[in-house]
């Protein structure tokens, strides 16, 4: 008898531990923001996407910055399979969490929260970190291209997949060669653990058209990197000064990956953005 009530004392709090881990796991962002904030602050959560060969791990510097002044933290992992992917997932996101949000991204991802953040009220201001800004109906793969000075596609490797559909993609993987193109400025050692880390992203990103554009409605802040061989540093002025942006910072010195780079100096413009807006 104590041996079948011990097993039911068992069973019963295991499934009290699931039960407490599946809400866990439907308002975890939620819960996060609420639970981490400085006490009664009014601080907006931060919320940092990634581009392509990349993930969450590159904003680890900046966020580190952004809890110091004590700001609540959000790492998207963006699924980096294009627009009709990545943007919904990612504003599922931002529907979780409670409370004003300043929206963050470098590079590809961009272009989801320039999609993603549509229509969402809690956004309360966005980020450009060397990123794209397209407006309706522009593609990435057109943007690249705009003016000359991205490296990246020669030390691009493309690599078959299966998707869902048993359909056949191609994935990007940044290759061993690449820290010139994408980040001159950090050590080699570093470039090796972000290159062997990486998450490829789907060759399709760069043909999808952009369907919304958050930022003319939400105002945006944006950071320049001046030795970009990436997304070119032409470019990236060009869109900003598209968008309206209220504050361009250009880093002079800075590859791509600036937030790896120069942590300090994101961090601070996403502060300033934070502050004008909450």
């Not at 291209?145 to 559909?165: C, L, N, R």
């Not at 990103?205 to 105002?219: D, G, R, V, Y």
């Amino acid at each position: 008898m104590s041996h079948q009530i011990s097993r039911r004392t068992l069973v019963t709090g295991a499934g009290a531990g699931l039960a407490l881990t599946a809400t866990a796991l439907a308002t975890g962002p939620a819960v996060f923001a609420e639970t981490t904030g400085t006490t009664g602050s009014a601080k907006p959560t931060i919320v940092l996407v990634h581009g392509g060969y990349a993930d969450s791990s590159c904003w680890n510097a900046t966020i580190q910055q952004l809890q110091g002044k004590g700001y609540s933290t959000v790492c998207a992992a963006n699924p980096l399979r294009g627009i009709p992917t990545d943007a919904p997932y990612v504003a599922s996101l931002l529907d979780s969490i409670s409370g004003p949000v300043v929206l963050v991204a470098h590079s590809m991802g961009g272009t989801v929260i320039t999609n993603a953040a549509a229509g969402k009220s809690n956004v309360k201001a966005l980020v450009y970190i060397a990123a794209f800004v397209p407006e309706v109906g522009e593609t990435q793969g057109e943007l690249i291209t705009k003016f000359p000075g991205s490296e990246v596609a020669p030390v691009s490797v493309g690599v078959p997949y299966t998707k869902a559909d048993g359909t056949t993609g191609i994935d990007l993987y940044l290759s061993k060669d690449g820290q010139a193109a994408f980040a001159a400025d950090i050590s080699t050692s570093a470039f090796r653990t972000l290159q062997a880390t990486q998450r490829p992203f789907d060759a399709d990103s760069f043909i999808f058209p952009t369907t919304a554009t958050a930022w003319k409605t939400i105002p945006t802040w944006a950071l320049v990197a001046g030795q970009d061989k990436a997304i070119p540093p032409a470019t990236q002025r060009w869109m900003y000064s598209r968008a309206n942006a209220r504050k361009v910072v250009e880093v002079p010195n800075s590859s791509h990956v600036v937030m790896l780079s120069n942590p300090r100096v994101v961090a601070e413009l996403i502060t300033d953005a934070a502050r004008a807006v909450c």
